[in-house]
């Protein structure tokens, strides 16, 4: 967990995630309880998809380009939050316009509150099939996780911000992440996919 903007002495999982992605959203509602159980520190990572996308040629998600992907998609999400006491809504748009709400997130990092406006945002989306694009729905997210949206917003315009944003995401491209969720370990080793957070958290402990 991020405690305070800082990192307890314990290993640390970079959790890589972007807000329009269903299996991100699954993580994001699990990953607190199961890395404070594991003695593992998380450090949340919003990045953008839709670059890493772009650069193999795709114009949307592959859940949109393979239709039966899709369909097995959001059957496969709808089971995996029933085991944790979630439904599944889809959103009318999907994939969402995240890139504000990624900015948003990033300016909230040192503040130490964007594990909780990330959490709101994603129950917002795809547990009451709400459009994060939306400032109304944003500022009620950022509330929620005890920011201000008068300040926060105008902080997110900031060049900085922005720049924060494009940093990441060209991190995550460096990284080879091609997916989201995605966890990093300290010493390199990347795992894809919500069904993976289990073993990342392992491997981040015990080095295997």
């Not at 607190?32 to 795709?58: K, T, Y």
């Not at 959103?91 to 316009?97: R, S």
């Not at 995240?98 to 994603?122: I, Y």
């Not at 939306?134 to 917003?153: I, K, M, N, Y």
């Amino acid at each position: 967990m991020l405690v305070g903007g800082q990192m307890p002495n314990r290993p640390v999982l970079d959790f890589w995630y972007e807000f329009a992605s269903t299996y991100s959203c699954l993580s994001a509602l699990r990953i607190e309880e199961l890395a404070d159980a594991a003695g593992v520190a998380v450090r949340w990572r919003p990045f953008l998809l839709g670059p890493i996308f772009a650069a193999q040629g795709w114009a949307t998600s592959p859940f949109n380009l393979y239709p039966n992907k899709g369909r097995y998609m959001w059957r496969d999400t709808a089971r995996r939050a029933a085991r944790n006491g979630l439904t599944i809504t889809r959103p009318e748009t999907f994939p969402q316009n995240s890139l504000v709400a990624a900015r948003l997130a990033l300016a909230g990092r040192e503040a130490g509150w964007l594990p909780a406006f990330s959490k709101a945002l994603f129950r917002a989306q795809f547990c009451e099939g709400r459009n994060i694009a939306e400032e109304a729905v944003l500022s009620a997210a950022l509330r929620e996780a005890g920011a201000d949206p008068v300040s926060v917003f105008p902080a997110s315009r900031s060049e900085e911000v922005k720049g924060r944003l494009k940093a990441e995401t060209e991190l995550a491209k460096s990284l080879g992440i091609f997916g989201a969720p995605t966890f990093v370990t300290g010493d390199g080793e990347l795992f894809w996919g919500d069904d993976r957070l289990e073993e990342a958290l392992n491997w981040a402990r015990d080095g295997r």
